[in-house]
């Protein structure tokens, strides 16, 4: 029989479990009350560290999308695995009219209904964000750790509270060029200034958000790395032929354009192989100068559009790639570099913003200036012609990450962290 929703805001329907990870929690509430329901769900539970995470949470967790879905299932299932921390996390969904709870690898997810405002306005003060805060503070968690722009918002709630930046819409729309880019930058900066104002504690995923957020914030900044999936430790990199691989969107901030005039330049020059292009384009007009670009170079049979590509895809290209290519014009700290790092790849990537944090110049890749594709092209000849350094630099690279990325250690360093928070409040 269909649950019937006493308190239509409040209750919980449960979707079908998809496959053999998830375990379906079904709930009917008794009450009116959505305290009384969330009572219901912390009954089952010990007295462990209540964490609450808001984050972006992909359905199928074993296919994110995006590098802050991917952040966010790594570290909920290496955070689930402690015993002492009893692992919650709360989305906001767009085109959701009701709640659903499910579990995910032992961690609790609320599913919660988004709002169709724009989101500048419901970070701001919108339903979504009302919505949200009620949730929460219904949920009582000992310490809550936002990932979601919406968590620029939620720095003086009455919780103990950390707020992870995984990237500054200001400068990412500046830097994609888009229609009315510059009127959005400008009320990004607003919104960013106003919630970096309101914050008590951050983490800082790479020197460059520190440096970034240190004038605009009071705030406690902790470092701590994001983590990686486990799989791509286990790659083992055999590249086939002289494959070089780039993952993203395409669009002006990746520089897509950029990465095929330098490829193009490395074959003038004599360079074989073939680059490899795994992602979606979010302007058709963008796509269309990618295809133009292409066909200008006479590059049909040595440029592969992959389109998005899921997890076990992605592994599969990057055991089969020689080098990484990264020419973005504005990154953080790429969950691409990152996972081609973990993979024992070479990386090219931009001199810019958080990426020369990352990769060391000749020891586990190259930095280049975006927009001088023949600085790009003569890094790609390089390690095409030469393995042995490019397998030398990836092998450097492995051990980089294994140091820095490894889910365990951040989920560590993170767990300590929401203790020191606690006990401090």
């Not at 994110?64 to 002492?84: F, H, Q």
């Not at 997890?311 to 089969?320: C, I, S």
Request: aromatic share 6%; glycine share 6%; charged share 25%.
């Amino acid at each position: 029989m269909a649950l019937k929703p006493v308190n239509r805001k409040w209750s919980v329907w449960v979707r079908p479990a998809a496959d053999r990870h998830l375990r379906t929690v079904r709930v009917e509430e008794r009450k009116s009350s959505r305290e009384q329901f969330l009572e219901s769900l912390a009954e089952a539970k010990n007295s462990n560290m209540k964490v609450a995470l808001f984050t972006r949470y992909p359905p199928t967790p074993q296919k994110p999308r995006g590098g802050v879905e991917s952040v966010a299932v790594v570290l909920v299932r290496a955070l689930a695995t402690i015993s002492d921390l009893d692992v919650h996390v709360v989305t906001l969904e767009g085109g959701r009219d009701i709640s659903v709870v499910e579990t995910h690898d032992g961690a609790t997810v609320h599913r919660l209904a988004g709002s169709r405002w724009p989101q500048i306005a419901d970070v701001l003060c919108g339903p979504g964000r009302r919505r949200l805060i009620d949730y929460v503070l219904a949920l009582q968690p000992d310490i809550l750790h936002s990932h979601e722009t919406h968590g620029l918002m939620l720095g003086d709630l009455n919780i103990p509270h950390v707020f992870t930046l995984h990237g500054f819409d200001t400068e990412n729309l500046r830097a994609d060029a888009a229609r009315f880019s510059a009127i959005r930058s400008r009320l990004w900066a607003m919104a960013e200034g106003r919630g970096l104002a309101r914050q008590r504690h951050i983490i800082s995923i790479s020197p460059y958000v520190r440096r970034m957020i240190e004038p605009l914030t009071n705030a406690t900044i902790h470092d701590i790395d994001n983590p990686v999936d486990e799989r791509f430790f286990a790659v083992n990199s055999s590249p086939q032929g002289c494959r070089v691989l780039c993952v993203g969107w395409l669009n002006e901030r990746k520089n897509t354009l950029g990465a095929i005039e330098a490829f193009a330049r490395a074959v003038k020059h004599g360079s074989g192989g073939t680059l490899v292009i795994a992602g979606q384009a979010n302007e058709a007009a963008y796509r269309q100068k990618v295809l133009a670009c292409i066909a200008c170079h006479n590059l049909t049979a040595r440029v592969e559009l992959l389109g998005h590509i899921d997890h076990e895809q992605l592994l599969a290209e990057l055991g089969k790639a020689a080098v990484f290519l990264l020419p973005s014009r504005q990154e953080n700290s790429p969950m691409a570099i990152a996972e081609a790092m973990a993979a024992g790849l070479p990386v090219i990537a931009s001199n810019r913003c958080g990426m020369p944090f990352m990769v060391t110049e000749n020891t586990t890749g190259f930095l280049i200036d975006p927009e001088d594709t023949g600085q790009i092209a003569d890094r790609l000849s390089r390690l095409l012609y030469d393995p042995a350094t490019a397998r030398k630099m990836g092998q450097a690279g492995r051990r980089v990450a294994e140091h820095r990325f490894f889910p365990r250690a951040v989920s560590e360093q993170t767990r300590a962290l929401y203790q020191n928070i606690v006990a401090s409040k």
